[in-house]
């Protein structure tokens, strides 16, 4: 028997803390695996958002920044324009990306910075208990949208990709889901290309992966894949929005 | 047509009993635990029919904690 | 060495450029603009990066990731721009990393005005940041000095491993000075084993990293910062001390206003007044140990600032009660004139006060 499946070199041999389900743990393994697969960990440089994945300076087995809240764009530049043979990501999720971290993202996407942001796009604050965030859904129960999030009062939900493939500095630009396996492989698909897309020094590459929160949607792990599926498909399509010509 | 036939091995101590693999099966042999909790005190994943595996590693794929290492063989 | 007739921002840029420093974050905000203009200019002709950042804060964030990766690194700003910073000062002395950050210090608060001030002293000597750090703060008086400081800071960053602050004013930035670019002495500097540059496969992972979720973990590390802190304070102190002992009244002040003062002293002394001077060199370790030496003839002490006294906390604290301590500054981007100081001594040594 050959083994065809088994646990990535990418990865610290750290157990995760992440709450049962929760697909954080499959979205390390696939950068894990593509980091190893790219054979570039010994290039490697992540940086670390502050939210339920500040811990993956202890998961990613590279070097690791642990960056401010929002601020893993503008630590990860420094990175990259110091040491440029270096690989950089920044691993980030909607609270630090899409809120606190709006600018750095944007500005990092616009200066082209060569660079790669892993998004992980769950429509709620983890770590501090399931607080709005700017991606929570219009409707979508909250600790601090405990009525249904009111358009009204807070506007309607940030579609990052689409925001950021208006800049010609993002070179690549796909939104992925991880709720079921086929979309799974698509989404690792997507990482590599963008770190790809990197080393060939073509610049700004985001992948947003749509992500569960069973623990704060109050939904079972199983549950919180439908949700995401009835829920959020519909208001974040899946697909490339951005990629360099000759690579289509 | 050739026969796929594959093994699973679950790291039990490291499942956290959410399940996700038993939905990806496309034999539907991966099944929860009942007569066992492991040091996390959830119910492991586990196939009881191994023979019925494919070794596609769907399991493995969706499973969020790294539990699960797959092997395949492809009967002539 | 030939000298140099430079204004002060751009000598910080080249300074800076002298001692190795090639990655410079920046934001423009007056009056420190020349220093990113210089470095936008100077940094692509030695293969440095120069990078106008979005904000204060992407400038900061910009500088720990550099730093992180083991560059010689620095970035500059003023007041506001310095305020908005904090948070990232306070990540990069938690991570322990080496970096130079200079204010150019503006009258404030809020917007404030684009003069001269020495307003920021609590913000860069009690740290805007959060938690229990502390971070070296130098306040040169000369465009030779702040030259001459800032070669140095990269040095002494890299030696204890946290950030170094050079804290200007208005004037320091804006006026021109002749310098000349002398190589600051030999210091014992590690190498950076702790950088990120990649595991190139050779080593365990580098993490650069300020969080400590287990409290217990947390302290240790905060003690251990303590313990450099200790060591800095012991090494590093300096200030400029001129007649102390045998002073009527010990005037005490930093920056371009300590130039001030010494005017005012030199007027006093043609009238037979004894009037000593302690200025600090480092506002962070405070040179408390200067103060040791007033003696009894001492009638009193005057604080000379460009704000509404923030150094006389520490004066206060480095006297003991022993003396008086009285204060003349102004504020706001206005300067102290020599004869407001020199009446001020008068009064303390005539026994008005």
């Given at each position: 028997?050959?083994?065809v499946?088994?646990?990535t070199?990418?990865?610290t041999d ?15 393994r696939l ?6 697969e790219?054979?570039?960990?010994g290039?490697?440089v ?24 929002g ?25 630090d ?5 709006a600018?750095?993202?944007v500005?990092?996407?616009?200066r ?27 409707g ?25 493939s ?10 992925v889901s ?15 290309k ?25 939904l079972?792990?199983l549950e ?25 | ?12 101590d490291?499942?956290?009993g ?6 990806a099966?496309p ?8 007569e066992?909790?492991n040091?996390?005190g959830?119910?492991?994943?586990t ?6 595996c494919?070794?596609?590693a769907?399991c493995?794929t ?13 009967e002539? | ?26 934001y423009?905000?007056?009056p ?29 964030n ?13 970035t ?22 080496p ?19 020495q307003?920021?002293?609590y ?12 971070h ?25 491993r ?44 580098n ?21 450099k802190h200790?060591?800095i304070?012991k ?7 001129y ?41 962070w ?13 001492t009638k ?5 600032e ?17 003396k ?25 040594a005539?026994?008005?006060?």
């Open positions: 028997m050959a083994k499946f088994e646990r070199n990418g990865l750290k157990a995760f803390h992440y709450c049962p389900g929760c697909t954080h743990g499959i979205i390390h950068v894990g695996e593509v980091l190893e790219l054979d570039v960990l290039e490697a992540g940086v670390a958002p502050v939210g339920c994945s500040v811990f993956a300076y202890d998961y990613f087995n590279c070097d690791m920044h642990e960056a401010a809240h601020r893993a764009p503008a630590v990860a530049t420094g990175v990259k324009r110091v040491n440029p043979e270096n690989v950089v990501f920044t691993y980030q999720g909607d609270g990306l899409a809120s606190i971290g600018a750095e993202i500005h990092a996407a616009a082209g910075e060569n660079i790669t942001t892993i998004f992980v796009n769950n429509a709620i604050y983890g770590m501090t208990g399931g607080q709005m965030a700017p991606t929570t859904l219009i979508q129960k909250a600790t601090t949208s405990p009525y249904g999030r009111d358009e009204k009062l807070t506007g309607k939900p940030i579609k990052v990709s689409e925001m950021l208006t800049l010609d500095g993002a070179k690549f630009v796909e939104r991880v709720h079921n396996a086929a979309n799974i492989r698509k989404t690792k698909k997507a990482i590599k963008a770190f790809e897309l990197q080393l060939s020094g073509e610049g700004f590459g985001i992948v947003e992966i749509l992500s569960t929160c069973p623990t704060n949607w109050g079972t792990p919180s894949l439908k949700w995401l599926e009835e829920n959020m498909l519909p208001y974040y399509p899946l697909g490339n929005l951005r990629t360099p010509k000759e690579v289509e | 047509m050739a026969k796929a036939k594959g093994k699973v091995t679950f790291k039990e490291l499942c956290k959410c399940e996700l693999c038993t939905t099966c034999v539907n042999i991966v099944v929860m635990n009942k066992k909790i040091v996390k959830y119910h492991p994943a196939v009881h029919e191994m023979d019925k494919i070794g596609c769907n493995a969706i499973c969020p904690d790294t539990v699960i290492e797959v092997e395949r063989i492809i002539k | 060495m030939a000298k140099v007739l430079m204004k002060g921002n751009e000598a910080i840029g080249a300074a800076a450029i002298k001692a190795g420093c090639h990655y410079f974050f920046g423009p905000i007056t420190q603009n020349e220093i990113p203009e210089y470095m936008s200019r100077e940094l692509p002709k030695v293969d440095g990066v120069f990078l106008q950042a979005e904000s204060e804060v992407a400038a900061i910009m500088v720990y990731g550099a730093a992180g990766a083991g560059a010689r690194v620095m500059s700003s003023s007041s506001p721009g310095i305020a908005l910073k904090q948070e990232g000062i306070s990540y990069i002395a938690g991570a322990e990393l970096c130079v950050i200079v204010n150019i210090v503006r009258g404030g608060p809020g917007l404030g005005g684009i003069q001269p001030a307003s920021d002293y913000q860069a000597t009690r740290g805007g940041g959060n938690g229990d750090y502390r070296i703060v130098y306040a040169p008086s000369t465009l030779q000095e702040t030259v001459d400081l800032v070669m140095e800071s990269f040095d002494v960053a890299e030696q204890y946290i950030p170094v602050m050079v804290v200007g004013d208005g004037m320091i930035g804006q006026m021109m000075e002749p310098v000349e670019f002398k190589k600051p002495k030999e210091r014992p500097l590690a190498e950076k084993t702790w950088a990120t540059t990649g595991t190139k496969g050779k080593r365990k992972p993490i650069i990293n300020s969080l400590f979720i287990d409290p217990q973990e947390l302290e240790d590390h905060v003690h251990k910062l303590e313990r200790e060591e304070k090494n590093e102190t300096r200030f400029e001390e007649n102390v002992e045998d002073a009527d009244v010990v005037c005490v002040a930093y920056g371009t206003t300590s130039r001030i003062v010494k005017n005012a002293i030199k007027k006093c002394e043609e009238d037979g007044l004894k009037v000593g001077l302690i200025r600090p060199i480092t506002l370790p405070f040179p408390e140990s200067a103060f040791d030496k007033i003696t009894d003839k009193g002490l005057l604080a000379v460009m704000s509404t006294g923030q150094m006389i906390d520490d004066v206060k604290i480095a006297i003991k009660g022993k008086p301590v009285y204060f003349h500054g102004r504020t706001g981007g206005m300067v102290p004139n020599p004869t407001d100081i020199e009446n001020e001594i008068r009064k303390i005539g026994g008005e006060k």
